[in-house]
């Protein structure tokens, strides 16, 4: 099927057969419609033909009256003695057309019946009836025509072919009435059974409308065969157009590339005119058969002149047959709008209006729309003041304006909503842009991508904040495993015997070192996590009072050991706030150690609990044994201490694991140095 | 004599840990990925397997879990991830004690003893009327005495009672007012503070590691409770 398709031989083969059987059906139907008259009509009569060569007839016979008047004007000129070689010659011209006319005229060379009659239809002046030969019976419609003989020559004449009375004001001029004219009636008309015993063109002319009324179902068939074969080539050429053998896609040629319209336009141009042509040819054919039908070589002309309208039919056929095709293959390449001049017009007219306005700043549309709407509506006020239709009109428009401005506040809505969702933290969520005013979806396609783009960054940070969990989990594995094996063998040395006393010496530096690098890496990972808030954080209801007595209990001893004591002051019942116990339990930790750790010797360490304002704040005060040269922000960042010497234990992380601690649990951490009172204060929301 | 699996990808802590435990009079076994430790344990008569969790080939915890698939030797993990996710995974999957990174050796032998006297104990005693367990804590309340593992410990009275109230609840958490209360009989009005330090020598007699406990747990900022099911 596709290799016929594109097979350049079958398609020039359609091409013949389409231009054939065009070409056929042409002269079919040419020949058709010059005998379509004749199975229509009952009588070969009834045809224009007919009547034209009657009225030939008829004329004749009026020239033949006017003649033989003209005569008798001359030869009662000549009877009054006028009498010279020109009338005389004239005379003798008269007679002589006179009596060709007459020869012409009688009823043994033509089925032509007429009788001229005076205007009372009393006398007969000339008739080629026989001897008691009825009009009426002699002839199959009998015709009349009345005309007058001036005496200056001009005449009047009109028609009255169904035998009624002629009216003589019609036709009555002043200067025929002044004229006195003579009034004459013709009746003419030819007998239904003119046969072969005169052959006159009346005789032709029933021959050929017998033998068109025999031929008419033949010519009609050839027609519609050769029709049908034609559109079935055009079929063909159709189906096949823009085909071609190894070729898959569409192919098109130079017609295609002429805009369609333009191509349309020449080709439809060139059909309707080929048309008319062919109509034109049939015609001159129709009325010139009458004539012709008495030349000799009338058949072969004839013939010719068919061959000629159905020539111009079929090039009418090919110019529709190449405008089809091209259309065809532009719907096959798809490229029909594409081609067209009017539809590039349109589209760019429409595409740049389009653009205009929807890249017009949103003011200057608002400004811009208003206007018009004003203008529109003072118009359509103006116009329709007493008109019905305007002020239906005017209703329209403010209904459209209303659907408009509701279909806005649906996509505004619809925003709304969307960016409600989006900023309640659902980044995924995508604000549905179909069927939304131009300027929203702008609006909520914006949103969408800083949806996406937010959604991408928050994935970002938990990939990083994974990525951290990981590095410190391996560093501090990493970290802790050789400080294993350090500890173990300075504690394995610790038990072998050291003969040198430097030896021992020297073990217990290693060991308070190990011990030491042991909390710093301890506290290290442990600041890590919590300020990068790897740590999971599950917040309830504790109890401070609770809490700060288990702390207490923890380090009592340790302080009383550094001969520190403890003040605690609680308020009144138990305080709850919302916090994760063991982080709280750190930083409590943690600052406690800080006491034990630089507190001055025999001093108190304070710890007061206050409630207030839905804020719980704990408060741990110290007198520092050294001076605070830092101020108290220094202190709380890493690996800052009260002191310059580092030879006392701790890290230097505690403060800031405590204050990461406690930000990750929703309080705040401060931090007040005055003078050497050292002072931290934890501070917690309230729960109820 | 006991035999005793130590498996660590770092050869150094491996020996340190051999020294210890063969100076407590243990036969050791050494592996350095968890796939020799598994395939020490199928050939191995073993009555404890110490196992680090960062191990190449086959880490600690997919170690357990095999060989858990077979025996129900004790396991204790050495860890340096000091994550509780990792310790609460590590036992989920089998492993009776962990001990993190760096460890001191002192606590790593009495938690061996501890697992190997509770391995080994044929049965534990007999469950009387009065007997109270909770993990290796045992509370004969008719004789009054308490076991850690079947070895006897010194409690006061006080203790004693506070440990009978948290063991009859295992799980429940009692706040250091109820304690109080439930313990000295009397309304608790701020002298409370007591328990806490009370609860601190207790746990030091149990526990291990006073400061990290297994079974004496403390709830910050809520009170104390025996730990289920330990």
Redesign the interface.
């Known amino acids: 099927m596709k290799k016929l398709q594109g097979n350049i031989i079958a398609k020039v083969c359609a091409w013949i057969v389409l231009l054939a059987a065009a070409l056929g059906a042409g002269v079919f139907g040419v020949r058709a419609v010059l005998s379509f008259q004749s199975v229509t009509a009952d009588s070969w009569q009834s045809s224009g033909r007919f009547y034209s060569a009657l009225e030939d007839r008829r004329q004749e016979v009026c020239d033949n009256v006017y003649l033989i008047w003209e005569l008798k004007r001359v030869e009662n000129r000549i009877k009054a003695g006028t009498d010279d070689a020109m009338i005389r010659a004239d005379a003798e011209g008269f007679r002589e057309a006179i009596a060709s006319a007459e020869e012409r005229l009688s009823r043994e060379n033509t089925w032509f019946r007429f009788r001229v009659l005076s205007e009372d239809d009393e006398t007969v002046s000339g008739t080629n009836l026989g001897e008691g030969e009825s009009m009426l019976r002699a002839v199959k419609e009998i015709c009349r025509y009345s005309f007058e003989l001036p005496e200056n020559g001009v005449y009047y004449s009109y028609f009255d072919y169904h035998g009624s009375n002629p009216n003589p004001e019609l036709a009555a001029g002043e200067d025929a009435e002044a004229a006195q004219p003579l009034r004459l009636v013709l009746e003419y008309g030819v007998p239904e059974e003119a046969d072969g015993s005169i052959q006159d063109e009346f005789y032709q002319m029933k021959q050929l409308w017998e033998i068109d009324r025999a031929n008419f179902d033949e010519y009609l068939t050839g027609f519609l065969n050769l029709g049908a074969l034609a559109l079935l080539a055009l079929i063909w050429i159709l189906w096949t157009a823009g085909h071609k053998a190894g070729e898959e896609s569409i192919v098109t040629t130079w017609q295609e590339r002429i805009f369609f319209d333009l191509y349309a336009a020449v080709m439809i141009f060139a059909a309707v005119w080929l048309a008319f042509c062919t109509v034109w040819a049939a015609e001159q054919l129709y009325w010139g058969q009458s004539y012709a039908v008495r030349a000799e070589n009338f058949e072969l002309f004839f013939n010719l002149g068919v061959m000629g309208a159905a020539a111009l039919f079929a090039a009418g056929a090919a110019c529709g047959t190449l405008l089809l095709r091209t259309l065809a293959v532009r719907i096959k390449a798809r490229c029909l709008g594409k081609t067209t001049l009017l539809c590039r017009v349109v589209g760019w007219t429409v595409r740049t209006v389009h653009d205009f306005v929807r890249f017009l700043p949103f003011t200057w549309k608002l400004v811009l729309g208003f206007g018009a709407y004003v203008i529109f509506t003072f118009w359509l006020i103006q116009v329709g003041r007493y008109d019905g239709i305007f002020m239906l009109m005017y209703f329209c428009l403010q209904l459209a304006l209303l659907l408009f401005l509701s279909w806005w506040a649906y996509g505004y809505h619809r925003l709304r909503k969307g960016t409600k969702t989006i900023a309640g933290g659902d980044l995924e969520y995508q604000i549905d842009t179909k069927h939304m005013p131009y300027d929203l979806r702008l609006q909520a396609e914006d949103l969408n991508n800083i949806s996406v783009g937010l959604a991408g960054a928050v994935d970002e940070k938990m990939k990083s904040e994974r990525f951290k969990a990981e590095l410190i ?1 391996n560093v ?2 990493d970290l ?10 300075v ?2 040395l610790k038990s072998t015997e050291q003969s040198d006393p430097k030896a021992v010496e020297y073990i217990e530096v290693l060991d308070r070192k190990s011990q030491r690098l ?1 909390k710093l ?2 506290d290290l ?1 442990e600041a890590s996590k919590a300020s990068t808030g790897v740590l999971s954080v599950v917040r309830e209801k ?3 009072g ?2 700060i ?2 702390a ?3 380090w ?1 001893e340790k302080l009383t050991d550094k001969k520190l004591s403890l003040v605690t002051t609680l308020p009144e019942g138990e305080t709850w ?1 919302y ?1 994760d ?2 982080h ?2 750190r930083v409590l930790d943690n600052l406690l150690s800080n006491c034990a750790k630089y507190a001055m010797e025999g001093t108190r360490v304070y710890l007061d609990l206050e409630r207030g304002k839905g804020q719980v704040a704990l408060s741990v005060k110290n007198i520092s044994r050294e001076p605070l040269n830092v101020p108290a922000e220094r202190l709380m960042e890493r690996f800052v201490r009260g002191e310059e010497s580092r030879s006392t234990e701790g890290s230097g992380l505690g403060l800031s694991i405590a204050r990461s601690l406690t930000e990750l649990q929703g309080g705040s951490f401060d931090l007040a140095v005055d003078g050497d009172l050292f002072k931290a204060m934890v501070t917690l929301p309230q729960a109820n | 004599m006991y035999t005793i699996l130590i498996c660590d990808d ?1 050869r ?2 491996v020996s ?2 051999d ?2 435990l063969t100076s407590e009079g243990y036969q050791t076994i050494k592996a350095y990925d968890g796939r020799e430790a598994v395939r020490a344990a199928e050939t191995h008569e073993i009555h404890l397997i110490l196992m680090d969790i ?1 191990m190449p080939e086959l880490d600690g915890i997919r170690a357990t879990a095999k060989l858990r698939e077979g025996s129900n030797v004790p396991i204790i993990l050495l860890t ?4 509780d996710t990792d310790k609460i995974l590590g036992l989920n999957i089998g492993a009776d004690d962990y001990i993190t ?5 002192l606590e790593v032998i009495a938690r061996v003893k501890s697992q190997l006297r509770r391995y080994t104990a044929l049965g534990g005693a007999e469950k009387g009327p009065g007997l109270i367990t909770a993990g290796p804590i045992a509370m004969d309340d008719g004789a009054k005495v308490v076991t850690v593992d079947g070895e006897p410990i010194n409690l006061t009275p006080i203790e004693y009672n506070i440990l009978k109230l948290l063991l009859s609840h295992p799980g429940q958490v009692f ?2 007012a109820q304690i109080y209360e439930q313990v000295w009989n009397d309304p608790a009005y701020g002298s ?2 007591t ?3 009370h ?2 020598h207790l746990r030091e007699k149990i526990e291990i590691n006073p400061a990290e406990p297994r079974y004496l747990k ?6 104390y409770k025996i730990e289920k099911g330990a």
Request: no cysteine.
């Open positions: 989990t501090s594995h802790k495993t050789p400080l294993t094996s350090i500890i173990n063998y504690n394995l042991k890496t301890e990972v504790i109890g401070m609770q809490l007595d288990q207490t209990a923890e009592e706030v916090a116990g063991r709280l339990w | 770092d150094d802590i340190a840990l020294i210890y960062m340096a991830k000091s994550e990174k760096p460890f001191n050796p706040s250091s409370e503070n328990v806490a330090v609860i601190r403390v709830v910050w900022g809520l009170g």
